[in-house]
């Protein structure tokens, strides 16, 4: 079920007694699976709503509630140094499931291009990934969020390589390198940390220098702290990356990873084959081709790399 943003402004005046609905508008950055809307109500404070489309959505955004709650207290004495999403009221679905109300978290999408190196928003960005990987693992088995080993995490990306190599769309040299790293045991020697698991620019506020808020946390889970570093290594400025993870490390207490930047940049890669994989289950030829392109770019990319380290 799609609900329209009118319909949406009137489960958060039902979630919210006293809210007087000014205006509603859809985000730039809608989310799937849920319906989303932000409302004004007539002090033009901003509230987001947000309503599982089906079953599988609800139960995702009930463990998502329940995680929130939990990291309530860690921003409240800035053990996280930014805010999040922060659920005051909730109006009950007629198929079931309820709608979560929210006020809108203040900042503007982070702009990777705009990072530069030294200690402003790349190094915040930095020390703000490695306050989510301090948090305890409890806040995320207590919402009943997935949670791993680093060998049971090893064996999760073997198998997405093996059901992207029986696509036959993915290149053998791709397939060798990522069969050679996963056998590489050394490599997987990592302490599982409280992860994200979906950072983005969308996901990742920021202003006057500062993170401000991080949105979405459904995805979160214990895993490998190398997946939430992905993005940022392959697609920020270099010469901000450097000092991106300078300012993870000094925060991060008792770390010794030497492989977490190259786990991450092989997850940056593992997500081509999870685009490719969506496409196949969905029936989307569009994102099959899309990611096809993708592996194919990712391929020359690293044959050129390789032949460039020979000499």
Do not use: C, K
């Not at 995805?219 to 290594?233: E, G, I, K, N, Q």
């Amino acid at each position: 079920m799609t609900r329209s943003p009118l319909a949406l402004a009137a489960l958060a005046t039902v979630a919210v007694p006293g809210l007087d609905a000014y205006d509603v508008r859809r985000p730039v950055h809608p989310g799937a699976d849920v319906d989303v809307a932000v409302v004004v109500d007539s002090v033009r404070q901003r509230w987001v709503v947000r309503a599982p489309q089906h079953p599988a959505a609800g139960a995702a955004l009930e463990a998502e509630v329940a995680l929130l709650e939990a990291l309530g207290p860690f921003v409240d004495d800035d053990r996280l140094p930014f805010a999040v999403p922060r659920p005051v009221g909730f109006a009950h679905l007629p198929e079931g499931g309820r709608a979560s109300v929210h006020r809108e978290v203040p900042g503007r999408p982070l702009r990777l291009e705009a990072l530069r190196p030294g200690p402003g928003l790349a190094a915040a960005v930095g020390r703000a990934l490695a306050a989510v990987h301090e948090l305890p693992t409890s806040v995320v088995e207590n919402a009943g969020l997935p949670v791993y080993d680093a060998a049971g995490y090893r064996e999760r990306r073997q198998a997405e390589v093996d059901e992207a190599a029986r696509t036959g769309l993915v290149p053998a040299s791709l397939l060798r390198r990522w069969e050679e790293l996963l056998e590489d045991v050394a490599m997987w020697r990592f302490r599982p940390t409280v992860v994200h698991g979906d950072l983005s620019s969308t996901h990742v506020l920021v202003s006057d220098g500062a993170v401000t808020g991080v949105l979405d946390w459904g995805s979160a889970m214990v895993a490998d702290p190398a997946d939430d570093l992905s993005w940022l290594l392959v697609a920020a400025p270099q010469d901000a990356v450097d000092s991106i993870l300078e300012a993870y490390l000094l925060r991060r207490t008792e770390l010794t990873d030497p492989h977490l930047a190259d786990r991450a940049l092989l997850a940056g890669e593992l997500a081509l084959a999870r685009w490719l994989l969506h496409g196949v289950r969905a029936h989307r030829q569009d994102v099959v081709d899309d990611a096809v392109q993708m592996l194919h770019d990712l391929e020359e990319h690293t044959r050129v790399d390789e032949a460039a380290a020979a000499f």
